[in-house]
């Protein structure tokens, strides 16, 4: 028998189980038997259906039981042969006892199976699963001379070449032509491609297929280089060198002949509305690779390779910080010292990551390569990606060591007799400690109707959940969280203690230490806390938090207005403008700005359009009128430029990209071309809407982040670069003369409807209050106020 795992039954248990059930089973089937024998004639043909049911349930049971004692016998059987034996034998024992009526004694045999585990074995499980994988990576270092991240680089490269080297239509004498080509003494001379047999010496040497190094020339696979003496050496291009590597990683993918590659690329150029002329001329050029495939493609690097370029770096960097200095001559040991000296100093090897770390390769420039870190411990079974970006790997793994010891390592250690009291210590619920999950990885906030966590959900966009106030408030008084006063308002963080106590939590549950607790706890409020939350729906405030001057205390109440007199509601009576928030700025209203909370607003004329310009507005389609009234360029103004109008559009016209065209053309004063302080009025002010101006709902403007982008040809972002490196940000204040900041503009009143000409009013009734005029919609309403 081989050895027990931690948290696994002994053999001994198991048999004693298994037999145990059997006898249960035994015991219930004689039951069954004589109640079958003591039957009446009405209860006979019930009660012998239960004593076969019974009596097949308990020959199970002790076929089981028999079964294994014979596998404990034999050394070659493992454990689990007999824990699988005992759960049987209970399994079937608990079913005879159910049909006959029973009580099922024998499923309290299940728990002498199942045992938890303690905390030393946890420790034991998980070192014996690094060494294992420790193990394994060496094993496989030794075998391909790669680590992890180059074998997985390496099986990629293998499915892209299965994938790429059928199609390119190639027999074993084009990946020799680009063989000769990639040792640099393929040249062409006199209407004859031959391989040099020294380099530089550009005469005779072994010819080379002539067709196929013309066709590997016209796909692009080869360039010409011309020599001194006129000769045009043949060198590989960068598709040429990746498609060599693929056909080398998967030769399988080459054709025999010439005729078979032939058919091939025939097969797959032919179109029925080709003319056979065109489809033979198509199937004799070879395919291009394509620039996916080249950029796709990344070479893997040996452990060897990693070690010289570290030695190489090392070098180069010991000379960058001063070490070496021009004209003197660098120390070296003497020549007998100088194997002892090798062997003393020790070769930098690559960098390595903690387990569950891995290198993401990132596209590379002509100088450098670049690399992200992605953790597969953070998320189960999904790697995340760290922020940053690093063209030095070891800095990279240094960030990945950090991140481990500061995220991870913790987790995996066993809790000591202090944690596990410390835990035992906030008994928390499940609900509880979502909240403190909200509290650190979403956004958790107070407004006028209660506890909000917003955008909870990571898998579904914008899903905001309510909380729980006295959840929230009792993890505040106990501690375990802070509020922070922002501009925008309260936001609840975790404490230190939080942080802390959640670790606690998270690990012990882990490890099957503790469990949540099935109500929410009690936990006992801080002395400074004991006075209860200030919460903001009883229009109460913590000590130093401005109240808002559209929020006037509640100690006088206003008097109501006589109700023969409707007046229109004002500043002081706002009870929508929450509800207005929700629907008419979404997101927005989050948004922190603690970098650029300007308040001031910098007041720029508005637009005045003409009557050209109102038209090419009209006729834009709806949808991108809606975009530009969101982006408030339906009016922009754009600022002093000491480039005419006219050079301007030439410039987009001939220097800007291709693909900008199609989205400036779609909008009447173009998209790309205004800045963020070049905007005009929002959306709300241009209906009438001041009380509800975006820019005021927001607390302040838009503010730009000061990033831009460089993109090629094909419109693909290339480079990011900082437009104002000292400047100050670039800024979008409404242009209405609307106030943006103190009490709100009031609302205006409902437009009512006219009466039809000819039909009376209709006298309302004393008794019963007339019912508020709906409010039709009115027809281009943005339109009319921009106009």
Not at 355 to 362: D, I
Not at 476 to 501: D, M
Not at 693 to 704: E, F, I, N, S, Y
Not at 719 to 735: L, Q
Request: hydrophobic content about 35%; overall charge negative; glycine content about 6%.
């Amino acid at each position: 028998m081989t050895e027990t795992d931690a948290g696994e039954p002994t053999p001994e248990t198991c048999l004693r189980v298994a037999r145990a059930a059997a006898e249960l089973a035994a015991d219930v089937d004689e039951k069954a038997l004589k109640a079958a024998c003591r039957s009446r004639s009405g209860s006979e043909a019930r009660l012998e259906k239960v004593m076969h049911a019974v009596h097949a349930e308990t020959v199970e049971a002790e076929r089981f039981a028999t079964q294994a004692e014979q596998w404990a016998a034999d050394e070659d059987m493992p454990d689990n042969a007999l824990n699988y034996c005992a759960r049987e034998a209970v399994g079937h024992a608990v079913r005879a006892q159910i049909a006959a009526g029973v009580e099922a004694t024998a499923a309290a045999l299940r728990a002498e199976l199942e045992r938890k585990l303690t905390p030393q074995e946890h420790a034991e499980r998980e070192s014996e699963r690094r060494r294992e994988e420790a193990e394994r990576e060496a094993d496989a270092r030794a075998e391909t001379g790669m680590d992890s991240d180059n074998r997985h680089l390496a099986a990629l490269n293998g499915y892209l070449a299965e994938d790429t080297v059928p199609e390119l239509g190639w027999t074993t004498g084009h990946v020799r032509a680009l063989e000769a080509a990639e040792t640099g003494r393929l040249y062409w001379r006199d209407g004859q491609a031959r391989q040099a047999a020294e380099h530089g010496v550009w005469s005779g040497g072994r010819k080379v297929s002539r067709e196929r190094t013309q066709d590997l020339h016209t796909a692009r696979f080869l360039t010409t280089v011309d020599a001194a003496d006129g000769t045009r050496v043949l060198l590989l291009t960068p598709a040429g060198q990746v498609a060599l590597e693929l056909a080398r990683l998967y030769p399988q993918g080459l054709y025999e002949n010439d005729k078979a590659a032939y058919e091939a690329r025939f097969a797959r150029v032919a179109k029925r509305h080709k003319r056979m002329d065109d489809k033979k001329a198509a199937a004799r050029r070879l395919p291009s690779l394509e620039s996916s495939t080249v950029s796709r493609y990344r070479r893997p690097v040996t452990l060897a390779e990693q070690e010289a370029r570290a030695a190489r770096e090392a070098a180069e960097q010991w000379e960058d910080e001063g070490g070496y200095c021009p004209g003197v001559e660098t120390p070296r040991p003497a020549v007998a010292d100088a194997p002892a000296a090798a062997a003393a100093v020790p070769v930098p090897a690559g960098p390595s990551l903690p387990p569950g770390m891995y290198f993401m390769p990132l596209p590379s420039t002509k100088y450098r390569e670049w690399w992200a870190i992605q953790c597969g411990r953070c998320q189960g079974g999904v790697r995340t990606e760290l922020p940053g970006e690093w063209h030095d790997k070891y800095e990279a793994a240094q960030v990945a060591r950090e991140h481990f010891e500061d995220a991870h390592r913790p987790l995996d250690d066993a809790l000591t007799a202090e944690d596990i009291a410390e835990v035992e210590r906030w008994p928390l619920s499940d609900a509880q400690r979502t909240v403190l999950f909200w509290a650190e990885h979403a956004e958790l906030a107070e407004y006028d109707d209660g506890f909000w966590a917003l955008d909870c959900v990571p898998d579904r966009w914008d899903v905001n959940k309510r909380v729980a106030r006295g959840r929230v408030t009792g993890l505040w008084a106990a501690g375990l969280l802070n509020v922070r006063l922002t501009s925008y308002g309260r936001r609840l963080v975790k404490s230190p203690t939080g942080h802390r106590v959640a670790r606690l939590v998270w690990r012990a549950q882990r490890q099957g230490v503790a469990e949540a607790a099935a109500k929410d706890a009690r936990l006992t409020p801080l002395p400074k806390r004991s006075n209860g939350y200030p919460l903001l729906s009883e229009g109460r405030r913590f000590k130093g938090e401005e109240r808002p001057a559209d929020d006037p205390a509640p100690a006088q109440p206003a008097p109501a207005p006589a109700p023969a007199e409707p007046t229109p509601p004002t500043t002081a009576a706002r009870t929508d403008q929450p509800l207005l928030r929700r629907l008419f700025a979404p997101r927005s209203v989050r948004e922190q700005r603690p970098a650029y909370d300007v308040r001031t607003v910098i007041r720029r004329p508005q637009r005045i359009l003409t009557p050209e310009e109102r038209k090419r507005v009209q006729d834009m389609p709806l949808l991108n009128l809606q975009g530009a009234l969101i982006m408030g360029i339906t009016d922009p103004v754009p600022n002093a430029s000491p480039m005419p109008e006219d050079a301007g559009a030439w410039v987009r016209e001939h220097a800007w990209p291709a693909h900008f065209q199609p989205t400036e053309d779609r909008y009447p004063f173009g998209f790309h071309r205004w800045s963020m302080c070049e905007r005009g009025t929002c959306w709300n002010c241009l209906s009438g809407r001041h009380d509800i101006c975006v820019h005021r709902q927001k607390g302040g403007p838009d503010v730009d982040n000061n990033r831009d982008w460089v993109t090629n040809h094909q419109g693909r972002t290339v480079a990011e670069f900082i437009p104002r490196p000292d400047g100050e940000p670039c800024v979008w204040w409404c242009r209405c003369e609307c106030p943006k900041d103190g009490p709100a503009p009031a609302r205006p009143a409902a437009k009512k409807k006219p009466a039809p000409a000819g039909s009376p009013a209709a006298p309302e009734p004393a008794s019963v209050p007339a019912a508020a005029p709906a409010r039709a919609p009115e027809a281009d309403a943005v339109q009319a106020v921009l106009w």
